[in-house]
């Protein structure tokens, strides 16, 4: 199994409050799945995103990737892992601005110190996310769709086993939106495993799964029974 979660938990603490979020969560995603997560605002999808991608620790509770207890990892074999292993794709691109496209990208060689190749490799997946003409563009001269190509591009760069996607079309417009999803379902289709995070029901039901949050808790863990397919171009209407 590439993910197995058990009673995950996660309350956040300072001197003063603690702010229980997570109360127990637990599911398994098979290696090629492509899962959406969703509830409302304030639902702790992010919090449980921020987990299964190693950015952040769970308080209690069991998380296998590939068989390994990654509970009992230090900070810096959490960082291997999650280079390695994973890509990010935010709402807010996250990338540097000034920077040229091509940059953005094989910046995460760099931190792997997996430099060899990297312009070439870094060509390859911009033209596969239809880029090629932006190479040496800067970030902040591109379109907001073409902002999250590059952010795509960039989680790929490094031959990912699971690509997370928090709220991807969330500060798009609709047809950037059905590219993005375009393309997560194309990496999909090519044997890539997809959590995306969204509220929105229509993006949501691109994937083959859905897992509902509410208050910290799955409310319903369900296959999506008619699959929306982003070629035939729904979000726009
Ligand atoms: P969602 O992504 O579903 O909107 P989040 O996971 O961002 O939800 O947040 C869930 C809840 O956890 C919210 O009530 C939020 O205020 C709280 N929360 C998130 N991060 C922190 C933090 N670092 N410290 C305290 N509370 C937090
Ligand atoms: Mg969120």
Partial sequence: MLI???????????????????????FNIEKGDFVSIMGPSGSGKSTLMHIIGLLDRATSGTY?????????????????????????????FNLLARTTVLDNVILPLIYAKNVGNARERGEKVLKSVGLGHR???FTNQISGGEKQRVAIARALINNPSIIFADEP???????????????????????NT???????????????????????????????????????????K
């Fill in 4 to 26: 197995e979660i058990q009673n995950l938990k996660k309350e956040f603490r300072n001197d003063k409050v603690v702010t229980k979020v997570l109360h127990g969560i637990s």
């Fill in 135 to 137: 190479l040496d563009y």
């Fill in 169 to 191: 079309t969330g500060n798009l417009d609709s047809k950037s939106g059905v590219q993005i999803m375009e393309i997560l379902q194309k990496l999909n289709n090519e044997g």
């Fill in 194 to 236: 997809i959590i995306l995070v969204t509220h929105e029901t229509y993006t949501a039901e691109h994937a083959k799964r859905i897992i509902n949050l509410k208050d910290g808790l799955i409310i319903e863990d369900t296959k999506v029974k008619k699959r929306r397919f982003a070629t035939d171009g729904e979000l726009l």
């Fill in 64 to 92: 296998k990737i590939d068989d390994k207890d990654v509970t009992k990892l230090n900070d810096d074999e959490l960082a291997e892992l999650r280079n390695e292993k994973i890509g990010f794709v935010f709402q807010s």
